[in-house]
Nanobody
């Protein structure tokens, strides 16, 4: 079974930083654009950052300038560096391919930003 394993979440004060990691298999990582998604309580899951296999990135307007997505091809890992965190960034964060594959959703990692 395919697994994408997210880690790095936690509780942080507003203005703080966190770095999320997503480890996956080489077969998925090598050929797909990868993305970080988040789901806040009572809201739909949204894509916040995407990186192509060639390293092209784009971001949701709500995180642009604060979040940075990157990938380590040797480790089959995608990262999300989150700076200047705001309470509205509180959510469960997931990684998946872009477009998403329903079979790839993992447990996610909780990010909580206190005001």
């Amino acid at each position: 079974q395919v697994q994408l394993v997210e880690s790095g979440g936690g509780l942080v004060e507003a203005g703080g930083s966190l770095r999320l990691s997503c480890a996956t298999s080489r077969s998925i990582f090598r050929v797909n654009a990868m993305g970080w998604y988040r789901q806040a309580p009572g809201k739909q899951r949204e894509l916040v950052a995407r990186i192509t296999s060639g390293g092209y990135t784009n971001y949701a307007d709500s995180v642009k300038g604060r979040f940075t997505i990157s990938r380590d091809n040797a480790k089959n890992t995608v990262y999300l560096q989150m700076n200047s965190l705001k309470p509205e960034d509180t959510a469960v964060y997931y990684c998946n391919t872009v477009p998403q594959n329903v079979d790839y959703w993992g447990q996610g990692t909780q990010v909580t930003v206190s005001s």
